[in-house]
């Protein structure tokens, strides 16, 4: 079965550090797309990002970085010199091409960034 | 282009009550989602919609139902409300089966159910 893991349920940081949100995903399936959508406080989910299991190169958009690393199951997510609207709820997912076939994503629990000035 | 809608924004049931949550995309989406996000979890899947007339359960279909008359409109109804289903319900919509596609989410509805 598809799973999705976010072992850190809450991460608190001061403004301009660094810091990196962990996301660990379990599927069967070789073709799979992974996701990252953050949840500011007003409540809606806002797409970030999209990497699919034969890209392994990092990207990098502005302050946001992210690394998939296939030997792991892992994709992880950094922000660089966070800001205090940084602070939000962030959720990676998983949608796998044939193992539920419900073409639906698979969610992690979610990791609560606060980033205090 | 006004994207996902849900109404209503919030609701609060008496439990034995039903309602219906509407959404509504106006992107030509074929594929369309309900999930529910409880308090600290991540979505989970209720029904979804492979197009109109087509519609299947997700991981957490009790106790609710859903219907898809048209490509526009998913709307999801509550049958005896219970407090178990007191959480945040969000639709999407993507626009066809594969699984690259962004799914688009609505603003949600925060239903208590006492």
């Known amino acids: 079965a598809q799973k999705v893991t976010q072992a850190q349920t809450e991460i608190s940081v001061v403004e301009k550090e660094d810091v990196t949100l962990d996301c660990v995903y379990e599927?069967?399936?070789?073709?799979?797309?992974l996701f990252w959508y953050k949840q500011p406080p007003s409540g809606e989910l806002v797409f970030l990002i999209r990497?699919?299991?034969?890209?392994?190169q990092n990207e990098i958009s502005g302050r946001y970085s992210w690394n998939f690393q296939k030997s792991t199951s892992s994709f992880n997510f950094t922000i660089t010199a966070s800001q205090v609207v940084d602070s939000a709820v962030y959720f990676c997912a998983l949608n796998a091409d044939r193992e539920t076939g419900r073409r639906a994503l698979t969610f992690g629990s979610g990791t609560r960034l606060q980033v205090q000035p | 282009n006004a994207g996902v809608t849900q109404t209503p924004k919030f609701r609060i049931l008496k439990i034995g009550q039903s309602m219906t949550l509407q959404c509504t995309q106006d992107m030509n989406h074929n594929y369309m989602y309900w999930y529910r996000q409880d308090p600290g979890m991540g979505l989970k899947l209720i029904y979804y919609?492979?197009?109109?007339?087509?519609?299947d359960k997700g991981e957490v279909p009790n106790g609710y139902n859903v219907s898809r008359s048209t490509t526009e409109d998913f709307p999801l109804r509550l049958e005896l409300a219970a407090p178990s289903q007191t959480s945040v319900y969000f639709c999407?919509?993507?626009?066809?089966?594969?699984?690259?596609?962004?799914?688009?989410f609505g603003p949600g509805t925060r239903l208590t159910v006492l």
């Open positions: 999407a919509s993507s626009p066809d089966r594969a699984a690259y596609n962004e799914q688009f």
């Open positions: 599927t069967r399936d070789t073709t799979y797309y």
């Open positions: 919609s492979v197009g109109a007339g087509i519609t």
């Open positions: 990497r699919n299991s034969f890209d392994e």
